[in-house]
């Protein structure tokens, strides 16, 4: 059974942040010779592991509301230099908008279940080209 999770975008103001962000990081892994694969480090390792990787993905939460989701990869604990757990949740690259959904802040991440998870945005539905500023225009104003 899928299983995805919800974590808070910090520092990105929208997706298209969120976007230069993953191509400057894989920008420099390229630079030091290292494969330009994406993750993002956490305290916290997920115990519901097969879950996440059957079919799962990280959604973010960018300016109190869900707006876009990664696929989960990989799930890679590790123990850093100071000797504390942490976790590599491994992403791919690629950004699927969805549905704006409205989040309250919280720490760390959640496990969302795949009924609760907002549908991405499709071209049919006539707001995946919509630029990030006009689409949450358009959401406040409950028109889309």
Do not use: N
Request: overall charge neutral.
């Amino acid at each position: 059974m899928t299983l995805h999770l919800l974590k808070l975008c910090v520092g990105a103001g929208s997706i298209e942040d969120l976007q230069a962000w993953i191509d400057f990081r894989a920008e420099e892994r390229r630079a030091r010779g290292e494969a330009p694969e994406q993750c993002h480090t956490t305290r916290m390792v997920p115990t519901r592991r097969d879950e996440l990787l059957d079919g799962g993905s990280l959604y973010w939460v960018i300016k109190g509301s869900i707006q876009v989701r990664q696929r989960l990869i990989d799930i890679r604990p590790f123990t850093d230099a100071a000797g504390i757990k942490r976790c590599d949740l491994v992403l791919e690259p690629v950004l699927y908008p969805t549905r704006p959904h409205p989040r309250r802040p919280f720490q760390g991440w959640r496990y969302l279940k795949a009924e609760d998870a907002p549908a991405d945005l499709t071209r049919l539905d006539g707001a995946g080209d919509i630029p990030d500023a006009m689409r949450r225009e358009l959401v406040e104003l409950c028109l889309i």
